[in-house]
């Protein structure tokens, strides 16, 4: 299942001792490069471009990046001491069977492109040889072994939060299936759709070829897996339906999904791929593509389910063999995102190591990286800004004073999360043994991250649980906890600063952390209450507004021309763009608190830094944190699949709705970058 990120909180006080301790603003930027800042493009006219066309060009694409940003430069960073940490525990011989012995031979198993090469397809050659070797009558057996070891053919299925109860485990059944993901590649006809579709059909055939099919059998395989994949891309729910949580939720009795689903047989489903009874209730989150997976499995030949099986099973060990399958892996996202060149191989086995033990590493990195300081000052500045938004919330307009009592609430009882988990994970049971196979390990990897999700039902949800490592370079919100996390590696200029002004502070991290509490109030998020639970909590009238008011940011994003014939989908990243704005609200008015706390005037030339206003710096440092070069490729497969706006149009189409911004660079009517009071969406 795919999880469903949101967090937020209210006090009454208006910051902290750690965030209002902080030393007197610095006379200098810290995290901006004025030398950066175009001249020759005013703010009114472009405003991301003013602030980011010399980091442009002191940054351009090299081979193996498809796009390269602020984000990748603090996840270089953290790659490198990642990458310091594992080698450091390879040269200290560790002991067989610890964790730090676990870490260090996955890495070194994925660095090893010797053994791989000569293995080649060895590793998985009996495995296929079963596929193609079972009787009719074990084709159910088959079903049932690809779905408990090593991919979900025609649909998925698993235990997650219940959407309504989120103290407990629900059942969830749901669509999937396709190599491509996204519903489009396989049913639109236009040039790009078909140049992927195409793409994808000569990665299977290589990648069959590679595992020893020879070039008619390949052929055959590619036929009957675009068939099926195609059938399925055709019951899929589009992206912008894909938006809609509470469609989704479809609570069927476990008798009701038998006879809905009869071609599949859910007792022994159940049992023998999760070892757990059948369940009383089960969510389908997508009837129509489950009852397509039904049908198909119900009508299909065993040659076509098998070759199916067969690139499922290839496609899921293609990262853990010889440097042919890598290869044609690589072709293919040429394709799809314009990259020239591989990854460097110790990156690609930094992915492969934290993918399998992430934590285990994560606890290193905390302990070398993240200094307490860092955590009491975040402490603060969350506070301060659940404090702004609890202020937003009071002032609405739109909103009536049940609705708001409700969202404060939800804001009140937001919990936050900073740098790393106070539980780590437990990997003693985990198997690693530098005599199997890479593929060998990684499958026992697998294995062990799915009994571990398995095991959760029946037992309580564990609240202490973190969705990322704390060298992951990101934040989000989970709605169904109601929590906002940050880790530990996101802490880091230009984000965060320690030596650096309020201003650019507030500007970054303070963005971010806005952000995310307002994620617990964007389309998807204010659908679950204070608990986690999806409850309406609001009244009809007040949600009929906030309906209206998505409806003009979307159409401001789509109305954005992305590339020639290609505009941004604004319903589809209505969610993150609502969280952008509320971000950046939040932070000013979270910003100005703290100033006005400290007795700083923000008008007067003693605040000014560097002769920039700090409003200016604010809203500068914003649009520092996107600034990215990026192919064209990769811009129309982003479109087609992410769910966050490009960069540019995170800094130029949020910004033409926030009047402060204007009056800060003295934007007036006439410029490209000022929007009229009529036309502008202010939601939070």
Do not use: C
Not at 80 to 96: D, M
Not at 231 to 241: C, F, K, N, V
Not at 355 to 360: D, K, S
């Amino acid at each position: 299942m795919k999880a469903i990120n949101i967090a937020l909180a209210m006090t009454v006080a208006l910051g902290t001792a750690a965030a209002s301790a902080q030393a007197p603003a610095p006379e200098h930027l810290k995290s901006l490069k004025p030398e950066y800042f175009d001249n020759n493009t005013p703010a009114g006219t472009d405003f991301y471009t003013h602030i980011n066309r010399g980091w442009e060009l002191a940054h351009p694409l090299t081979p193996e990046h498809s796009r390269y940003g602020a984000f990748d430069i603090l996840n270089d960073s953290s790659e490198s001491r990642v990458k310091q940490i594992i080698l450091n525990l390879g040269s200290e011989n560790p002991q067989p069977g610890s964790v730090a012995f676990k870490v260090w031979t996955i890495y070194d198993q994925a660095m090893d492109s010797v053994r791989r090469n000569a293995e080649g397809a060895k590793p998985i050659l009996a495995d296929l040889k079963r596929i193609e070797t079972t009787p009719h009558e074990g084709m159910e057996d088959l079903f049932l072994w690809m779905h408990g070891n090593y991919a979900s053919p025609f649909f998925g299925a698993g235990p997650m939060e219940d959407l309504a109860n989120s103290q407990v485990y629900a059942m969830y059944v749901s669509g999937g299936g396709m190599g491509l993901g996204d519903r489009d590649y396989y049913l639109k006809d236009d040039a790009r759709n078909k140049e992927v579709r195409e793409a994808y059909k000569k990665l299977i055939q290589r990648q069959m070829q590679n595992a020893g099919y020879s070039k008619k059998d390949a052929s055959r395989i590619v036929k009957n897996v675009m068939k099926i994949e195609t059938a399925l891309a055709d019951s899929a729910l589009t992206r912008e339906e894909s938006r809609n949580i509470v469609a989704m939720y479809n609570p069927r009795s476990f008798e009701q999904l038998k006879e809905m689903y009869p071609n599949i047989n859910w007792d022994r489903f159940f049992i023998e791929t999760m070892g757990i009874p059948s369940p009383e209730q089960v969510i389908v989150t997508e009837l129509k593509s489950v009852d397509q997976a039904n049908k198909l499995m119900g009508s299909l030949t065993d040659r076509e389910i098998k070759d199916y099986y067969l690139w499922k099973y290839v496609a899921q060990a293609a990262g853990a063999l010889s440097d042919n399958f890598a290869k044609a892996s690589f072709d293919f996202s040429k394709v799809m995102s314009g990259v020239q060149e591989q990854r460097p191989r110790w990156k690609r086995a930094l992915d492969a190591t934290e993918g399998a033990m992430g934590e285990a590493v994560g606890e290193l990195y905390v302990e070398k990286y993240f200094p307490r300081s860092s955590k009491e000052y975040m402490v603060g500045l969350v506070e301060n800004l659940r404090t702004a938004l609890g202020k937003h919330i009071i002032e609405l307009d739109w909103m009536s004073t049940d609705t708001k009592l409700n969202a404060l609430n939800k804001l009140n009882s937001f919990t936050v999360k900073i740098g790393y988990p106070d539980k780590w994970k437990d990997y003693s049971t985990l198997q690693i043994d530098p005599k199997l196979s890479y593929y060998e390990n990684l499958h026992n990897v697998s294995m062990w991250h799915q009994a571990d999700t398995y095991s959760k039902w029946g037992k309580p949800v564990d609240r202490t649980e973190w969705g990322m490592t704390p060298q992951t370079v990101n934040a989000y919100y989970n709605p169904l906890a109601n929590e906002i996390v940050f880790p530990a590696a996101i802490l880091q200029a230009p984000f965060f600063d320690p030596e650096a002004s309020d201003a650019e502070n507030y500007g970054g991290i303070g963005v971010v952390i806005g952000h995310e509490m307002t994620h617990g109030f964007d389309d998807q998020g204010r659908n679950f209450d204070a608990q986690g639970n999806m409850t309406d909590w609001w009244t009809a009238e007040d949600a009929a507004k906030f309906e209206e008011k998505t409806k003009g940011l979307i159409a401001q994003f789509d109305a954005v021309e992305v590339l020639p014939g290609l505009h941004a989908n604004g319903q589809y990243t209505l969610g993150e763009n609502i969280a952008d704005q509320g971000g950046l609200r939040v932070a000013m008015t979270a910003f100005l608190d703290s100033q006005k706390k400290k007795g700083v005037d923000v008008t007067s030339d003693a605040a000014k830094i560097d002769g920039y206003d700090p409003m200016q710096v604010f809203y500068m440092n914003y649009a520092n944190l996107w600034a990215t070069n990026i192919r064209d490729e990769e811009i129309r497969s982003l479109t087609t699949g992410d769910v966050h706006s490009l960069g540019r149009n995170r800094v130029n189409v949020t910004l033409r709705n926030i009047a402060p911004f204007f009056e800060a660079f003295s934007i007036t009517e006439g410029q490209p970058m000022f929007r009229p009071v009529n036309e502008r969406v202010i939601i939070w």
